[in-house]
């Protein structure tokens, strides 16, 4: 098994030359990215003090949005599970905050990770089921899933039925870190709420990343892409893919969980047929993964920014709006089946997140600085 760290010591290739052999997924590239991002996500986080209103919230959207599509992409482009039923986590998460706070009197932040926690216990159930379908039977089984959870959550009186219901506006004015925001930079209650939601959000963004660079860079992250490619043949190679995916299944359900539930503590106001929305939750989603690029991380940052630039531009058309997103689709399943971002890589070689392994042959036993040795 190869070594699933760089900076794991490397190993010795047989051979009477005693020459070393090392794998590397990162490039010079890949690290100066690495830095870039950093410093990106730092100026970010400085946004809500000279950005307005509005900026802060079209800001908030795409960290959203993208949250979502790398979850989605994780589920599909790397375990191998199109799933078209993400809708019901979001749901699940949006009810379980309003349901905490509402109901139990919790403080929204607490809410919004307890709202995880609530929709991966429902992925757990749901993968029993789920899990028995393949292929495109599993795709229909998640949207038939969801849809059941959508009538569930509407016949809840308490959260108000099939209309809905709004947060108490105490609830967020009185949120930890609220009145530090409102006293110390001079905050209005609303911009408040929105600067502090952002910043959940671009904290949520760098752990889904992260989380999942680690994953992907390591043995278990061979395992998935094995079970993607040949689930018959990973498991004759000793990979347990039913914990594999089960595994990705519910830890995607939890960051889209929390994810729903800060997205609908920021609009304040849900129902059953927003929360469960295929198009909004799911189509939008499957949209941004597949014009990016599937099965790459760098793919729905592509997709979520063309995403939210013909969103703005088009929205005012109606219908036609939704028609060409779809003919976009189409264009590039044909032209460009890896996505916006699997055609530029092919064509440049350029990986900022390279998950590929690398063998690399290194100086001898000796330390001498020569090149490789026959």
């Known amino acids: 098994m190869v ?19 090392r794998v590397e997924t990162r490039t010079t590239l890949s690290t100066a990215f690495g830095i870039v991002a950093i410093a990106a996500m730092l100026l970010l986080a400085l946004t809500p003090f000279f ?117 108490p506006r105490d609830a967020t004015r009185d949120m930890i870190g609220i009145g530090f925001l409102k006293e110390t930079l001079g905050l209005k209650s609303a911009a408040a709420v929105d600067a502090l939601t952002f910043w959940v959000a671009l904290i949520l963004l760098a752990a889904t990343m992260g989380t999942m660079y680690r994953l992907l860079r390591s043995r278990n992250g061979l395992g998935l892409a094995a079970v993607r490619d040949n689930e018959v043949a990973a498991r004759a190679l000793g990979v347990d893919a039913m914990r594999m995916k089960a595994t990705v299944y519910v830890v995607t359900a939890f960051l889209t969980g929390i994810t729903g539930a800060l997205t609908y503590l920021q609009k304040a106001r849900i129902s059953p047929e927003a929360a469960f929305s295929l198009t909004d939750w799911t189509a939008y989603i499957i949209f941004i993964v597949v014009i990016g690029g599937i099965g790459t991380i760098e793919g729905p940052i592509v997709g979520v920014i063309v995403f939210f630039l013909m969103q703005n531009a088009l929205s005012s058309y109606g219908s036609w709006y939704l028609l060409l997103m779809g003919a976009l689709a189409i264009v590039t399943m044909l032209f460009a089946p890896r996505g916006l971002w699997g055609l530029a890589s092919d064509r440049t070689g350029i990986e900022l997140f390279p998950v590929r392994r690398i063998l690399k042959r290194g100086p001898n036993h000796q330390g001498t600085k020569g090149g490789p040795h026959g």
């Open 51 to 167: 950005a307005s209103r509005g900026v802060v919230q079209d800001l908030f959207f795409i960290l959203t949005m993208l949250v979502l599509a790398q979850n989605w992409n994780l589920l599909a482009g790397y375990a191998g599970l199109i799933s078209v039923g993400q809708q019901l986590f979001v749901g699940c998460g949006a009810y379980a905050l309003f349901s905490f706070v509402i109901l139990l009197g919790l403080d929204p932040l607490l809410a919004v990770l307890l709202s995880g926690v609530f929709a991966a216990l429902v992925s757990v159930p749901t993968a029993f089921f789920a899990f028995r379908l393949h292929g495109p039977y599993f795709a229909i089984g998640t949207w038939v899933i969801a849809e059941v959870g959508r009538l569930l959550f509407a016949q809840w009186k308490a959260l108000g039925g099939g209309t809905g219901t709004s947060l």
């Open 3 to 21: 070594a699933n760290r760089e900076a794991s010591p490397p190993t010795t290739a047989a051979g009477a030359s005693g020459s070393r052999w």
